[in-house]
């Protein structure tokens, strides 16, 4: 095969694996923005309830459950605990947020 051919093939595997990659992309997208839209019910609900906007515990249980499952699906846990760290400050930001917006308008 000469270096032509072998560059060709190269860039088509290449395309095709970074294809695959916008694919999951928007799968994502598409799982967070359920899951965001599920955690602002959940905001809107222990506003409504004056409970409090995080739950330490429930996200550090969260967070060991997520890292060990990942391990069984051959990911590193570091992965998994970034991740769902960043989630999980996100949506405590906007449950704060949701709290102070209904506690305002009482």
Do not use: W, Y
Request: with cysteine.
């Amino acid at each position: 095969m000469n270096e032509r051919a072998r560059r060709s093939e190269f860039e088509g595997v290449l395309r095709q694996h970074r294809q695959n990659l916008d694919d999951i992309d928007l799968q994502l997208l598409s799982l967070l923005a359920r899951r965001f839209s599920i955690t602002r019910e959940i905001g809107e609900l222990k506003a409504a309830h004056r409970a409090p906007a995080a739950d330490p515990e429930r996200e550090q249980a969260q967070l060991r459950r997520l890292c060990l499952q990942s391990e069984s699906l051959g990911l590193a846990p570091e992965v998994a605990r970034v991740v769902f760290e960043a989630l999980f400050g996100l949506v405590r930001k906007n449950h704060v947020a949701i709290a102070a917006g209904l506690r305002e308008e009482r």
